[in-house]
């Protein structure tokens, strides 16, 4: 009944409201889904009304991207003082199908033949059990109410600041931790440190580091409650923050090579094959693509690497119509035509070829991959994309997609953790080295989607039982990485089977749902 009645308040509001903009009948600038450039707009002109968003940040599927942004802003200015995401919870029913599964249900599962905005109603922070969604644990981290900075030009000094305005810190205790390569090596405890509202206070770590050259480095600082309420457990952590001390060297791929020997190739009919110690790779001599990859008798590819250009559509992205203006990235992710190019280089321990890929003619684009394959198992990857007609529109992911072995199901990755983040949802991820089963690292949304990013990733290993599989390991700059135990069709859109038309025309009705209590996939 609550929620009821602040939904209806909510939409009373938004009618006499929303519209009126800086008109004489309203107290505050009310705007609803602004530009964060309209915020700073109205901040910049000397406003005497305060700016409350009436809505914004709309939480349907994998969303709340940006936060962080609007934060920024909204911090910055006096007059803005926050906004209301849209909404609170997932408002599906549970529903049992034709096997006994429960799946969420809504649109045309409560009655095939009334007008519905299908997943229209799901647009929450949690699910109808009220179990978060990731982005519930972005909004958590860009609220919180205390912020560490670090003293410019200082390691191991910091300010905390309390951004209550009426609450001290007297209820939390402050502590550090020194991360090495994603794993804890050393702590500290500050205790209860007294910092009335709106005030701050300095931090001095007193211990000594040891830093390795070839290590990466960050402090963490947090605050936890340090007793129990008729809320929050005792331990529970309110704010942290980390702090990057030193960036890890460059791995060497050719490490140790010196000690193995050289690779042999072959060629029969088609097929190049490169051996070595341990490990057989075959490319395609026409097309370049990679065939077979096995090392010490075990497969690590059930297909090549490729191009990919593509990313199931999330709730919002259907709003926008993502499906139709990107489906030529789509199309480019399928339809693309690969040939080995120039000379196979073999010098000893390591053989080098390129493969040009040509996607569709309307793309006007390519990519062009240098392979390199090491004595010890590495295969190096330089991956080339070039585009010359800039008014393409925005891709939705660019990168490469493979298969592998269905018993690569042990997941460790080097970065932000332990839940799913993207590069506009990241400010709750933590770097640390993560470690999961691929099924649990897929969140159910109700409408199958885009899931399971990680992003910073350094690096991120595949295994079997028996510690065996591929790891992946960022040469560059950290990377963006997801694992699926499915194909992308069973996260891809599909109109309803009464077609896409929903009631209101803001988001197309779809036919797919999340079974609950299993392995998400969609439910036909």
Sequence with gaps: EISLGLVGSEMCIRDRYEPAEEAGYTDIFCPMYPPIEKLVAYAKGNPQRPGIMIEYCHAMGNSVGNLQDYWDVIEAYPALQGGFIWDWVDQSLEYTNEKGVKYFAYGHDYHPDLPTDGNFLNNGLVNPFREPHPHLMEVKKVYEPIEFKQIEGQTKQFEVYNNNFFKSLDDLNLSWSLWEDGVSVAEGNWGTVAVGPQEKQRLTIETDFDLQADKEYFLKLSALTNSADSLLPQGHIVAWEQFKLQVARPGNPRLGLERLPD?????????????????????????????????????????????????????????????????????????????????????????????????????????????????????????????????????????????????????????NGPHETYADRKTAGEIAQWKGRVWDEIHQYSRPQETGNKTDVRWMSLKNQKGIGLQLIAMTSPLSVSAWPFDTEALDFVAGEQGAASASGLVPNTSKHCLLHTSPSPRD
């Excluded at 992710?333 to 390129?354: D, P, T």
């Design 263 to 415: 690779l042999f190739i072959q060629q029969v009919g088609n097929v190049i094959a490169i051996n070595g110690q341990d490990m057989e790779v075959k490319v395609d001599n026409k097309t370049g693509a990679i065939l077979s990859y096995v090392y010490k008798g075990n497969s690590l590819l059930l297909s090549s690497p490729k191009p990919n250009f593509w990313r199931p559509p999330t709730d919002n992205d259907l709003g926008n119509g993502m499906q139709k203006w990107a489906a030529i990235w789509k199309r480019a992710s399928e339809e693309q035509r690969s040939v080995r190019v120039g000379e196979i280089v073999h010098s000893g321990k390591e053989v080098r070829y390129e493969v040009k890929y040509a996607l569709p003619p309307e793309t006007g684009a390519e990519v062009l991959i240098r392979y390199t394959i090491l004595a010890n198992g590495v295969l190096w990857v330089d991956y080339h994309f070039s585009a010359k007609d800039t008014s393409l529109p925005k891709l939705p992911r660019m990168g490469l997609q493979l298969r592998l072995p269905e018993s690569f199901e042990f997941m460790e990755w080097y970065g």
